[in-house]
Nanobody, 124 residues
Framework: QVQLVESGGGLVQAGGSLRLSCAASGRTFSSSAMGWFRQAPGKGREFVARISWRSIRTYYADSVKGRFTISRDNAKSTVYLQMNNLVPEDTAVYYC?????????????????WGQGTQVTVSS
């Protein structure tokens, strides 16, 4: 099992940046791919990014490609999401989760260990 705690959200103007962190506890973190998802009010949980367990492969939703960067530090049991050039459409609660599958899934049901999320609000 893995327990995850997200942090780093906040209020930022369009064009600004934020760096989200996801601190993990549990034995499976360093051997698991990790993902970031987000959920805007009234919408479903949306895939944002994924990183393999050795950081060799990363995947991004088209909507964030070129603006967001996912990374991880296995020694610190932490996953990061650097978000640049933010737009109001990025406003959502952001969650990290552990992948249960060995394929680069973008489906939220293929992930577990969901944290409480961190709110990101981008003003225009």
């Amino acid at each position: 099992q893995v327990q995850l705690v997200e942090s780093g959200g906040g209020l930022v103007q369009a064009g600004g940046s934020l760096r989200l962190s996801c601190a993990a506890s549990g034995r499976t973190f360093s051997s698991s791919a990790m993902g970031w998802f987000r959920q805007a009010p009234g919408k479903g949980r949306e895939f944002v990014a994924r990183i393999s367990w050795r950081s060799i492969r990363t995947y991004y939703a088209d909507s964030v490609k070129g603006r967001f960067t996912i990374s991880r530090d296995n020694a610190k049991s932490t996953v990061y999401l650097q978000m640049n050039n933010l737009v109001p459409e990025d406003t959502a609660v952001y969650y990290c989760a552990r992948s249960k599958v060995n394929v680069p899934s973008t489906n939220f049901w293929d992930y577990d260990g969901w944290g409480q999320g961190t709110q990101v609000t981008v003003s225009s």
